[in-house]
């Protein structure tokens, strides 16, 4: 495993990004082409970028800030002077996708549009993530994660009936947001071969907030269909897809379809269901669905959590514990496919970071430590930008880029 910043053979090995991004959606795009060997270079403000500062903490270092920047190089620099833009103008010659999550209209105003980018090297790739878009009605606003979740009708949808309209813990507009970018650029990489040009990117949380509920929108467009939430995380409403609690916690499954629930006859004994009129088809359960959940509740209360999931994983259940943060932390599945890595960190000492989250089986996945504020200034100026020594110090010294 490689611990350096930058290429080292993954299998996107030779490609540089330049990641102006913010907070989450552009900054984990980065993260992705880093981990698959790109050398990314994070911009940051001469200080940092803010989000070094969130919480939460371990040992004196953002656990959020490293989950999105671990494995990447920092260029400090001032892009509001000219000798800045300068810096980032030589980069921008020598990259092949520059990343920004700037609102529309404000990385033309910096001097770095699109029609410029591509004057410059016409086969860069420019990423554009936003709330709502380069184009549209909604696009000179601001936003951030929720807002796709709650204007695309997730929210609406997201827990019970009875309930407020909620939101998800984790970002999950974000990592999907990022996730469109990355696929999007690897796509423009790709086409770049064949037509020798560049392109721009645009992706949106408010465009992934309406493709993650796509199929219950598709539905009432088509005939007014109005999907609701359940009533209960599984219960009668749905006895064969939800969560019940055990003796010592929780346990969810996903048997609906017809053979899994002969699997789950056998696997409670009561096979005696196979052959009843009520349980024929899934509609059937449905309807029929209490008297499955008394029984199906005995029988989960009466166990313990692990003791289930080992048992009716062996009648190929799919089901899962319900676990806690602590419990997840200490799952084998997480460490023996590297998803948490440990890492050295300047501050911390060491701290887990994301990590092997694709498996190739020729390249490896290229997890890194997080860079400190400017760490690679000088590196990136004098290697990429072609700066000499004495231009070098004379930025450090006009306070257009730091060091570390």
Not at 26 to 31: F, H, K, S
Not at 66 to 73: A, E, I, L, P, R
Not at 167 to 175: C, E
Request: some cysteine; hydrophobic content about 35%.
């Amino acid at each position: 495993m490689s611990t350096q910043n930058g290429s080292n053979g993954g299998p996107l090995s030779g490609i540089r990004m330049l990641d102006l991004g913010r907070y989450q959606a552009g900054p984990r795009c980065a993260l992705m082409f880093a981990r698959m060997g790109a050398e990314v270079i994070k911009v940051e403000a001469l200080k940092g970028d803010e989000s070094r500062q969130n919480g939460p903490t371990v040992r004196g270092q953002s656990a959020y800030w490293v989950q999105y920047n671990s494995g990447k190089k920092s260029l400090a620099i001032d892009l509001r002077t000219e000798k800045g833009k300068e810096v980032l103008t030589r980069l921008v010659k020598k990259s092949d996708i520059l990343l920004q999550n700037f609102r529309p209209g404000t990385i033309d105003i910096m001097g770095f549009g699109y029609d410029v980018l591509k004057k410059l090297n016409p086969k860069i790739i420019m990423i554009n993530a936003s709330a709502y878009g380069q184009y549209g009605p909604h696009k000179d606003k601001v936003g951030f994660d929720p807002i796709g979740q709650a204007m695309g009708g997730m929210m609406s949808l997201t827990g019970l009936r009875d309930d407020p309209p909620t939101k998800t813990y984790f970002p999950l507009i974000d990592r999907i947001t990022s996730l469109h970018a990355t696929i999007g650029a690897l796509a423009a990489l790709w086409e770049r071969e064949i037509s020798g040009e560049g392109q721009a990117i645009d992706v949106s949380l408010a465009d992934t907030g309406f493709t993650v509920n796509e199929i219950p929108i598709a539905a009432y467009l088509g005939n007014g269909h109005i999907t609701e939430r359940a009533t209960s995380y599984g219960g009668a409403e749905n006895p064969l897809g939800g969560m019940y609690a055990t003796s010592d916690g929780f346990v969810i499954i996903a048997a609906g379809n017809d053979n899994i629930w002969k699997r789950m006859c056998e696997a409670v004994g009561k096979e005696e269901w196979l052959t009843d009129e009520r349980f024929s088809s899934r509609a059937a359960r449905a309807e029929n669905g209490e008297a499955i959940n008394d029984v199906l509740a005995t029988w989960f209360a009466e166990r313990k959590m692990t003791e289930v999931v080992d048992y009716l994983s062996d009648f190929s259940i799919p089901c899962a514990p319900v676990n806690s943060v602590e419990q997840a932390a200490k799952e084998s599945h997480l460490h023996e496919r590297e998803i948490l890595m440990e890492v050295p960190d300047p501050i911390a000492g060491k701290i887990h970071v994301a990590g092997k989250m694709i498996k190739f089986s020729r390249t490896e996945m290229v997890v890194g430590s997080t860079p400190t504020v400017g760490q690679h200034t000088e590196e990136i100026l004098r290697d990429i930008a072609e700066y000499t020594e004495d231009e070098i110090k004379e930025l450090d010294d006009d306070n257009v880029v730091a060091r570390s």
